[in-house]
């Protein structure tokens, strides 16, 4: 079993930046990929961002360039950083896992980003 807890969202103007981090405790030590997934209101949750254990990423062409995901593996912990921030970025983030394996998947709760014009 893996536990991700997320941090960070909130409020920013457009133009702005935020940080999301997720931390995963329990069988970390089997985390292959992470990943950034987002859901905004009325609309599908769709990748966002990807890392493998590698180091890797890949991204959504709407966030190239503006957002960065990143990852401590000694802290079992992914970063998102979300810069130049747009309206349409405004969802909820979730982080997502998948292990080595099996290639169980787990998910963090969520946390909301508003992005004011």
């Known amino acids: 079993q893996v536990q991700l807890v997320q941090s960070g969202g909130g409020l920013v103007q457009a133009g702005g930046s935020l940080g999301l981090s997720c931390a995963a405790s329990g069988s970390g030590s089997s985390i292959a990929s992470m990943r950034w997934y987002r859901q905004a209101p009325g609309k599908q949750r769709e990748l966002v961002a990807a890392?493998?254990?590698?180091?890797?990423?890949n991204y959504v062409d709407p966030v190239k360039g503006r957002f960065t995901i990143s990852r401590d593996n000694a802290k079992n912990t992914v970063y998102l950083q979300m810069n130049s921030l747009k309206p349409e970025d405004t969802a909820v983030y979730y982080c997502n896992c998948q292990t080595r394996g099996l290639g169980m998947q787990y998910w963090g709760k969520g946390t909301l980003v508003t992005v004011s014009s």
């Open positions: 890392i493998t254990s590698g180091g890797s990423t």
